[in-house]
């Protein structure tokens, strides 16, 4: 069994930046398609960003450009670089995975990803 913790949640004003961090422990990220979904408060859980096994990146329209998901093969590691974040990035972000290295293209729902961490809150004031 996967197991997923998310650090790096916090509140920042609009226009800053945030890092978050998904540890992964009892699988090798190298063989996983990884990524971060988002929910906000009265709205759908949606997918972020996500990343293959080899390195590959796709992003939901509304973060190109913004956010960068990256992860750290020596330390198992995902992350999210969030930057110019705005007052309708506020969200709870979830870190997913699914045990297969290669990702579906874009959009991504919930059922393609079996396994989640218990999320990360992001708040972003104007």
């Known amino acids: 069994q996967v197991r997923l913790v998310e650090s790096g949640g916090d509140s920042v004003q609009a226009g800053g930046s945030l890092r978050l961090s998904c540890a992964v422990s009892?699988?090798?990220?190298?063989?996983?398609?990884m990524g971060w979904f988002r929910q906000a408060p009265g709205k759908e859980r949606e997918g972020v960003a996500v990343i293959d096994a080899g390195g590959s990146t796709n992003y939901e329209n509304s973060v190109k450009g913004r956010f960068t998901i990256s992860k750290d093969n020596a330390d198992n590691t995902l992350f999210l670089q969030m930057d110019n974040l705005k007052p309708e990035d506020t969200a709870m972000y979830y870190c997913?995975?699914?045990?297969?290295?290669?990702?579906?293209?874009?959009?991504?729902?919930?059922?393609?990803?079996?396994?989640w961490g218990q999320g990360t809150q992001v708040t972003v004031s104007s």
């Open positions: 997913v995975t699914v045990l297969q290295p290669y990702c579906k293209l874009y959009p991504w729902h919930r059922s393609d990803f079996p396994f």
């Open positions: 009892e699988y090798i990220i190298t063989k996983l398609c």
